[in-house]
Nanobody, 124 residues
Framework: QVQPVESGGGLVQAGGSLRLSCAAS????????MGWFRQAPGNEREFVAA????????YQADSVKGRFTISMDNAKTTVSLQMNSLKPEDTAVYYC?????????????????WGQGTQVTVSS
């Protein structure tokens, strides 16, 4: 099995950028499609972006389309989320998740392994 480990969160002003990373602990992500989700206090965990296991196809939620980009390195050891033009409403704990499937998904129940999360706070 694979254990995702997130890093890169922090505090940023509105309009700024952050880059989150998700590293594979124990093995690579070569047999997994990957997703980023986020959860703000009092809210359910929501889909942000996903990438299939070849790294060739990506999908973003409408709320982040054009601002966030998901990518995977060629070695399939790290999945990144580049976040630009951040807004206060992007404030949340961001989670990386792995799905043992060639196809990505926007549903939390479809993912098999989850990281512990990293806090992103956007100040106005």
């Amino acid at each position: 099995q694979v254990q995702p480990v997130e890093s890169g969160g922090g505090l940023v002003q509105a309009g700024g950028s952050l880059r989150l990373s998700c590293a594979a602990s124990g093995r690579t992500f070569s047999s997994y499609s990957m997703g980023w989700f986020r959860q703000a206090p009092g809210n359910e965990r929501e889909f942000v972006a996903a990438i299939n296991w070849s790294g060739g196809t990506t999908y973003q939620a409408d709320s982040v389309k054009g601002r966030f980009t998901i990518s995977m390195d060629n070695a399939k050891t790290t999945v990144s989320l580049q976040m630009n033009s951040l807004k206060p409403e992007d404030t949340a704990v961001y989670y990386c998740a792995a799905r043992r499937s060639a196809a990505y998904s926007r549903y939390t129940g479809d993912y098999d392994y989850w990281g512990q999360g990293t806090q992103v706070t956007v100040s106005s």
